[in-house]
C-alpha cells in the first residue's frame, strides 16, 4: 500500500469525525439558541393577543425523533420538536384571566426562526380562565410617560404570525365574576375542550364535554368561540348546539324529575340568547310526588356575568295541558339566592294534570280550567310552599267530582234547587266555579269565589288556610225553586207559608251561607238573623 493510499485512510475518519464534532457543536448551539427564542416568542405571542402580562415557570424542549447533529444536519427543516411548560399565568389589570398547570405543543424549528410560526397539537390542562365584569379587569391602567414610551415602541414591533392547528384544553374551569363583589362567582367545569381555528382573526370551532353542577348534568356542545376580546373579554363572541342529560332537578328544594335538553346559543360570554326543548318525564312536586310528564319550547336571554335569565317566552305542556310562561329568574342585591317571578297563561287545561302535580293521589276532579297568574318564588330558603306566591284568576268548566259521595251531593244540590228533589235523571251533573285569588305565607284568599250548576249559585269570598287546613267562607246561595219546591209531602205544605221570606233578588230561594271546617270535613251553613246554622257537607239531609 503507498503512502499516499495511507494518508488517505488516515484522512477520511478524521475528517468524518471532525464533521460529526461540528454538526454537534452547532446542533448543541441551535438548541442553546431555540429554547430561549421559544420561551420569548410564546410569551410575547400571548402578551400581544391577550393584552396580559404573562409568567411561565418553565418550558422545556425535547427532540424525541431527532438527534442533536441531525438536527444541524437537516439545516432545521421539518425537524418537529416537543415543549413542555409548567406554570403558565395571564394576568390583566392585576386579575389572572388564565391560568394552566401544564401545557404541551410541537413547532416546527424553522418557523421558529421565520416570520410564521407553525405550532401543532397545543394542549392545556388544569385550566382556569377568568371573565371580569364588563368594564372592569379589561383596559389596564393610565401608564406613566416612561411606560407609554415602552408601549409605542413594541408597538412598533411586528406582531407574530402564529399559525395554530388546534388547542386541546382538559380539566377547565370557566369563572365568571359577578359586577356586585358580594355576590360568588358562577363556575362552569368544563372537561375537555377541543378548539380549532378557522382563519386570521375569525372565530374558533370548538367541541366541548363538561358538566353543570346545579342542576347536576352533562352537556356536549359543538359552535364557534371567539376571537378574544382582550379589552372586554366578556364580550367575546360565542354561538352554538348543546345537548344536555340526565340532569337531576331534585337539588332544587321542592321538585323532582330527570331533565334532557336540547337547543341552540348565540351571543358573548356576558350574555347568551338561546331557545330550544326541555323534557323532564317524570317531573313533580316534593308536597304531592306524584309524576307528571314535562315538556317545554322556549327561548330565553341569559346574563353570564351573574346567571340572570329572561323567558321570552316558555310554550309547555304538563300531561296533556298547554299553556305558556314568560318571566325572569334573577338574584336581587345582597342576596346571594335566586328570585323565580313568572306569569303562567293557561287558556283550556286539563285539570287533573294540575292536580296529580299539587295533591296526594289521585284527581278528585275532572274538567276544563283556564288559569291566568303570576307564580312568584323568593328565594328559597325555606320549602316552596312556604314561600310560593300565587296571584291569578281561573275559570273551571264542565268540572265532575270523582269522588261519587261528593258528586251525589252535588246532583242532590241540583235536583232540589230546580225543585225535582226525585228525579234521578239528574245525574253527573257539570259544575262551573270561576274566582280570583292570592295566596301568600300558605294562605288562599279568594277575593271571589263563584260555583254553579243547574238550578243553583253559589258566590263566596274567603279564606283556605294551607298550613292549618282550615275553611272560613261567606256568601250567597240562590235557588231556582223555591224553600216549599224542595221537598215533597207534608213538609212542602209546611214550607209555603215561609217562601216569600226566602224569595229575592231574582232567586226563588235567596240564603246568605257560610263554608267552615276543613278541606277534607267541610261544613257549609246558613246564616238567618244573625245567627248560623251548619252541617258538614254530604251528610244526608231529610226531604
Not at 367575546?236 to 348546539?241: E, I, K, S
Not at 331533565?259 to 347568551?272: D, P, Q, V
Not at 263563584?450 to 294551607?466: I, M, R, T
Amino acid at each position: 500500500m503507498t503512502t499516499r493510499k495511507k494518508s488517505w485512510l488516515i484522512a477520511i475518519p478524521v475528517a468524518l469525525a471532525i464533521a460529526l464534532i461540528g454538526l454537534y457543536i452547532a446542533g448543541r448551539h441551535l438548541m442553546n439558541r431555540i429554547q430561549p427564542m421559544v420561551r420569548e416568542q410564546a410569551i410575547r405571542y400571548l402578551s400581544d393577543h391577550f393584552h396580559a402580562d404573562v409568567e411561565l415557570a418553565s418550558l422545556d424542549i425535547h427532540l424525541p425523533h431527532l438527534s442533536t447533529m441531525g438536527l444541524a444536519f437537516h439545516r432545521q427543516r421539518g425537524s418537529i420538536v416537543q415543549v413542555d411548560g409548567q406554570g403558565l399565568s395571564l394576568r390583566r389589570a392585576g386579575i389572572p384571566i388564565f391560568a394552566a398547570n401544564k401545557l404541551h405543543f410541537t413547532v416546527d424549528i424553522a418557523s421558529v426562526l421565520e416570520p410564521r410560526k407553525a405550532v401543532d397539537a397545543v394542549s392545556l390542562q388544569g385550566v382556569r380562565i377568568t371573565v371580569p365584569p364588563k368594564g372592569e379587569g379589561g383596559r389596564p391602567p393610565e401608564s406613566s410617560p416612561d411606560q407609554k414610551d415602552d408601549i409605542k415602541d413594541k408597538k412598533k414591533k411586528e406582531p407574530l404570525n402564529v399559525q395554530l392547528d388546534q388547542v386541546d384544553i382538559r380539566d377547565a374551569t370557566l369563572v365568571i365574576l359577578p359586577k356586585d363583589k358580594t355576590r360568588q362567582p358562577l363556575f362552569y367545569h368544563i372537561d375537555h375542550l377541543l378548539m380549532t381555528p378557522v382563519g386570521p382573526d375569525a372565530p374558533w370551532n370548538y367541541a366541548a364535554d363538561l358538566n353543570i353542577p346545579k342542576p347536576p348534568g352533562h352537556v356536549l356542545s359543538r359552535g364557534r368561540f371567539g376571537p378574544w376580546n382582550a379589552d372586554e373579554p366578556g364580550d367575546t363572541f360565542l354561538d352554538g348546539t348543546y345537548k344536555f342529560d340526565h340532569a337531576d332537578l331534585s337539588v332544587f328544594n321542592g321538585i323532582a324529575g330527570i331533565l334532557s335538553s336540547t337547543g341552540e346559543f348565540k351571543g358573548t360570554l356576558a350574555a347568551i340568547r338561546a331557545k330550544g326543548e326541555a323534557d323532564v318525564p317524570d317531573f313533580r312536586l316534593n308536597i304531592s310526588g306524584n309524576r307528571v310528564s314535562l315538556k317545554t319550547h322556549y327561548e330565553a336571554l341569559i346574563d353570564g356575568t351573574n346567571g340572570n335569565t329572561i323567558l321570552e317566552p316558555v310554550h309547555a305542556t304538563l300531561g296533556q295541558t298547554n299553556f305558556t310562561t314568560t318571566g325572569a329568574i334573577v338574584k336581587h342585591d345582597n342576596n346571594p339566592m335566586r328570585t323565580i317571578s313568572l306569569v303562567v297563561a293557561m287558556p283550556n287545561g286539563y285539570l287533573p294534570d294540575l292536580l296529580r302535580l299539587a295533591m296526594k293521589g289521585a284527581p278528585f276532579m275532572d274538567g276544563r280550567i283556564t288559569l291566568n297568574t303570576r307564580i312568584d318564588i323568593p328565594p328559597l330558603t325555606a320549602k316552596v310552599k312556604q314561600k310560593l306566591v300565587l296571584d291569578g284568576t281561573f275559570n273551571l268548566r264542565e268540572a265532575k267530582f270523582l269522588r261519587s259521595t261528593v258528586q251525589s251531593q252535588i246532583d242532590g244540590l241540583s235536583r232540589h234547587a230546580q225543585g225535582q228533589p226525585n228525579n234521578q235523571e239528574i245525574d253527573s251533573v257539570a259544575s262551573n266555579m270561576k274566582g280570583s285569588f292570592r295566596l301568600e305565607n300558605q294562605l288562599m284568599t279568594f277575593r271571589s269565589f263563584s260555583f254553579d250548576v243547574p238550578g243553583a249559585g253559589v258566590a263566596l269570598a274567603g279564606n283556605y288556610n294551607l298550613k292549618d287546613d282550615k275553611l272560613d267562607f261567606k256568601g250567597t246561595l240562590m235557588l231556582d225553586a223555591r224553600l216549599s219546591q224542595m221537598v215533597t209531602g207534608w213538609k212542602s205544605w209546611a214550607l209555603k207559608a215561609v217562601d216569600p221570606i226566602f224569595a229575592k233578588n231574582g232567586a226563588g230561594t235567596f240564603l246568605n251561607i257560610l263554608v267552615e271546617g276543613t278541606a277534607r270535613k267541610p261544613q257549609m251553613g246558613v246564616e238567618f238573623a244573625h245567627h248560623k246554622f251548619t252541617a258538614p257537607v254530604g251528610k244526608s239531609h231529610s226531604k
